[in-house]
């Protein structure tokens, strides 16, 4: 009976629940700066990108990025379109580029303990032509995988 | 060392030979922690079984169950709710050398189904960067689960037709599938919460 009992104990003691969040709970964008022949493309100027907010001032998203060639940028939780500026800064170059991101935003639910997330899945790019060739979205799925590029820049310049 | 082990297979399935009858009626139980669970947290169901008694050694089952679940996470504020009902077949084997004795130690095997649907929601907040406020819901997305459960039980007759007995169950999940982009939920009824592994019971049980 013993024997029993300390099993039985055995037993309720390694029955502790645990929360299980994700390590990284952020979401963004990744984007990579790419060349017509499909390799990744290190960018020499200064990058910085900018968005608007609610009340219509702008907020700096993506602040003096040298030598960028891949880079994050947070993704909105639940507008349907994300509009960001972007802003080329060189020796001889000072140009800017608008690009419009349409997405379908998911609500994403891990536990009750996990604090509420989005996920979304990329739709539509356009953008300006002043610095950026095309813009492409190679991977429409945006989740807290930090490693996946979902969109590949084409600059005119580097080409 | 084949042939031995096919002999204890044999053993195992095979009914003690002597003069009680195969068939030995029926008892129903009610689970007290399912409940107790219930009333005092913010999950738990309401079970009942139907144990078939074969020989006092084998008793296929059949239990029954609505599984509950209201949450409002203090923390990260996400209400989830569900309430469903769930299925549980199976079949418990008398382990105790003394088959037809008042008392008796199980184990046995089930095989577990609900299908169910959750809300799941949050008051809005503030994106931090856009500053939009932003709602969070997920409303009636339909999920089912299957899955298996080990049971060690034991069983003692208290007078009459009345028995109390405990079960401690091994639970693994086999399938399941949410609807839409939900990657999974957080209790499931007659389950329990995603992470589950073990669970017990106490049962009120009268033989009928």
């Known amino acids: 009976m013993n024997k029993w009992m300390a099993i039985l104990a055995m037993v309720l003691m390694i029955s502790c629940t645990s929360i299980d969040c994700p390590v990284n709970n952020l979401v963004r964008t990744r984007y990579q700066f790419t060349s017509s022949a499909g390799d990744s493309l290190k960018l020499l100027d200064t990058l910085s990108v900018v968005s608007t907010r609610k009340d219509g001032r702008d907020t700096l998203i993506f602040n003096k990025g040298v030598n960028v060639c891949k880079f994050h940028l947070p993704i909105s939780y639940s507008h349907p379109e994300d509009v960001l500026v972007f802003y080329f800064d060189g020796e001889n170059l000072h140009e800017t580029d608008t690009l419009w991101m349409k997405k379908d935003d998911i609500p994403h639910f891990e536990s009750v303990d996990c604090n509420a997330s989005f996920f979304h899945k990329l739709t539509d790019i356009r953008h300006t032509h002043n610095c950026l060739d095309s813009v492409v979205i190679v991977n429409p799925s945006v989740t807290n995988d930090d490693a996946v590029v979902h969109v590949y820049i084409y600059p005119k310049i580097g080409d | ?208």
């Open chain 2, 1 to 208: 060392m084949a042939a031995a082990g096919a002999q204890a297979q044999l053993k195992f399935f095979s009914m003690q030979k002597d003069s009680i009858p195969l068939f030995r009626g029926f008892a129903v139980s009610f689970d007290m922690v399912g409940a107790g669970m219930l009333m005092f947290s913010d999950y738990g169901q309401y079970e009942g079984a139907l144990r078939v008694n074969l020989h006092d050694e084998w008793f296929p089952i059949f239990e029954a169950g609505i599984g509950k679940a209201t949450h409002d996470d203090e923390v990260t504020r996400i209400y989830y709710s569900t309430s469903a009902p769930y299925f549980k077949i199976g079949v418990d084997k008398n382990m105790l050398k003394d088959k037809h004795g008042p008392n008796r130690l199980y184990l046995g095997l089930r095989y577990g189904f609900t299908s169910y649907k959750v809300d799941i929601a949050r008051p809005d907040f503030v994106d931090p960067v856009w500053k939009w406020d932003t709602g969070y819901g997920i409303k009636d997305a339909a999920c089912n689960y299957h899955w298996a459960e080990i049971v060690v039980g034991i069983d003692a007759k208290i007078f009459g037709p009345l028995h109390l007995g405990w079960s401690v169950r091994y639970k693994q999940r086999l399938s399941h599938s949410e609807e839409g982009d939900l990657d999974k939920t957080w209790y499931v009824p007659g389950f329990g919460t995603y992470d589950t592994k073990l669970a017990a019971t106490f049962n009120v049980i009268i033989d009928i």
